[in-house]
């Protein structure tokens, strides 16, 4: 493990962030459990999607706030910067190679998605965090320092395969299934597109070039994780019970 002092990490304010958001969490899953308990079992496929996100990322979030699921990578510093370190949170994408592709099957069921564009859609966007990760783990110092640009711009051409799926095939299912369903896509699928786009952006300005502090990036990834998942999951789960066209036979 790196020198004392020489890993750029969250400070008290951060681990004070992760604990708030691992609540926000726990909370968001408890108020889906309760909606899930009103209303019958074959009605439940959204809820039980979206509990399952929140309880992943309460986990991931319990694990930072208790210093786990991190690293410190090596980064290229000079005389002026004592920071030859920076600490790398992998447990986000642990977190994400999972939730993300039930956040996406979320849209595809609600748009109707056949089963075989659903399978493209999941893969392609794990395999989008998996590049995104090694773009994360790889050291910045001796040799190939630049590579995990390499990985990000892999990891980018599939977020926006996944991108294109959501807009084009997906949302034209949607529209196929008609009325509320098509407006209720729109609202989520855009609203979920534009936070998505967020996080290459945090990755660059973090990760990437180290323009903004770890504790910047942990704030702007709690923000973004808690509007992704709890907020876009209570909006999906409140439309679907004041519409039931919207629900997937099971
Ligand atoms: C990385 C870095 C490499 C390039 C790209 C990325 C995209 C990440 C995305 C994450 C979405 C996360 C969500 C979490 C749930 O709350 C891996 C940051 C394109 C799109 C929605």
């Not at 008290?12 to 459990?33: D, E, K, N, P, R």
């Not at 190679?97 to 999941?122: E, K, Q, S």
Request: proline content about 3%.
């Amino acid at each position: 493990y790196p020198p004392n002092g020489t890993c750029e990490s969250a400070s008290h304010l951060g681990y004070s962030v992760f604990w708030a958001t691992y609540a926000v969490f726990l909370l968001s899953s408890l108020f889906f459990i309760f909606l899930a308990s009103r209303v019958e079992k074959s009605l439940r496929l959204f809820h039980y999607i979206t509990t399952t996100v929140t309880l992943i990322a309460a986990v991931s979030y319990y694990a930072m706030a208790t210093h786990s699921g991190s690293t410190c990578i090596p980064t290229p510093h000079d005389s002026a910067d004592v920071h030859a370190y920076r600490q790398v949170f992998w447990a986000r994408y642990v977190d994400w190679l999972f939730t993300t592709p039930l956040l996406l099957m979320d849209l595809a069921f609600l748009a109707g998605m056949g089963w075989v564009d659903i399978i493209l859609l999941t893969t392609a966007d794990q395999g989008m965090i998996l590049l995104g990760l090694f773009a994360g783990l790889k050291s910045r110092r001796t040799g190939h320092g630049k590579a995990r640009w390499g990985w990000f711009v892999m990891s980018l051409v599939l977020f926006l395969y996944v991108v294109g799926l959501l807009t084009t095939t997906a949302r034209r299912h949607a529209k196929a299934r008609g009325g509320r369903v098509r407006k209720i896509y729109d609202t989520l699928g855009f609203y979920a597109v534009s936070l998505w786009c967020a996080y290459p952006i945090v990755w660059a300005l973090g990760e990437g070039t180290r323009k903004i502090g770890v504790d910047a990036e942990i704030i702007a990834y709690a923000v973004l994780d808690v509007m992704s998942k709890a907020v876009f999951g209570s909006i999906l789960l409140i439309a679907h019970m004041r519409n039931p066209e919207t629900s997937v036979p099971l």
